[in-house]
T-cell receptor, first 113, second 113 residues
Framework: KAGVTQTPRYLIKTRGQQVTLSCSPI?????VSWYQQTPGQGLQFLFE???????NKGNFPGRFSGRQFSNSRSEMNVSTLELGDSALYLC????????????FGPGTRLLVL | AQTVTQSQPEMSVQEAETVTLSCTYD???????LFWYKQPPSRQMILVIR??????QNATENRFSVNFQKAAKSFSLKISDSQLGDAAMYFC??????????FGTGTSLTVIP
């Protein structure tokens, strides 16, 4: 099976712009979670989607949003980018929500200038 | 809120020796799951080992084993016969069914030849 894929792998944006990141889960996985990883904060949970519905949401401002499509692919969007949004954004999938092991993608490295 | 604490930002070990990475967590729940994930320099996060809280027996996966102390809310990872490929950032994570994952801030492990 192919693993979790994320596109693009690298992205450079300027403050005030918006960005959309994409994640394709492992085939058959219906749960997708997003994380922001920074050197000082570690992994911070953004949100989790299952069957096109957001199940959990982390403590991030409304500028961060996401959605999931009927094929389980997910996108996250960040509007009005700030310098502090520079991070590695990781997507993880699992068959269903719950204590299942999550499988991570390689991440999208976002740099905001 | 659940928190996961990794008090060792950096650790080093001689090749072929044993090293233990510490993790503590805070929860009022009795049913939950604990994980150790490894993130090599290539950035792909992979699962090392998983422990169900209701199981008293410590999980083992080849050279990797855990010391799960439920009352003390401690979940340490022991790596035996350390290899150069074990060098990575290690994250401890907690999840309760239906809830999000909570990650620690990570421990960077260096393996010295």
């Amino acid at each position: 099976k192919a693993g979790v894929t994320q596109t693009p792998r690298y992205l450079i944006k300027t403050r005030g712009q918006q960005v959309t990141l994409s994640c394709s889960p492992i085939s058959g996985h219906r749960s997708v979670s997003w994380y922001q990883q920074t050197p000082g904060q570690g992994l911070q949970f953004l949100f989790e989607y299952f069957s096109e519905t957001q199940r959990n949401k982390g403590n991030f401002p409304g500028r961060f949003s996401g959605r999931q499509f009927s094929n389980s692919r997910s996108e996250m969007n960040v509007s009005t980018l700030e310098l502090g949004d520079s991070a590695l954004y990781l997507c993880a999938s699992s068959p269903v929500p719950g204590p299942e092991t999550q499988y991570f993608g390689p991440g999208t490295r976002l740099l905001v200038l | 809120a659940q928190t996961v604490t990794q008090s060792q930002p950096e650790m080093s070990v001689q090749e072929a020796e044993t090293v233990t990475l510490s993790c503590t967590y805070d929860t009022s729940e009795s049913d939950y799951y604990l994980f150790w994930y490894k993130q090599p320099p290539s950035r792909q996060m992979i699962l090392v080992i998983r422990q169900e809280a209701y199981k008293q027996q410590n999980a083992t996966e080849n050279r990797f084993s855990v010391n799960f102390q439920k009352a003390a809310k401690s979940f340490s990872l022991k790596i035996s016969d350390s290899q150069l490929g074990d060098a990575a950032m290690y994250f401890c994570a907690y999840r309760r069914t239906g809830n999000q994952f909570y990650f620690g801030t990570g421990t960077s492990l260096t393996v010295i030849p």
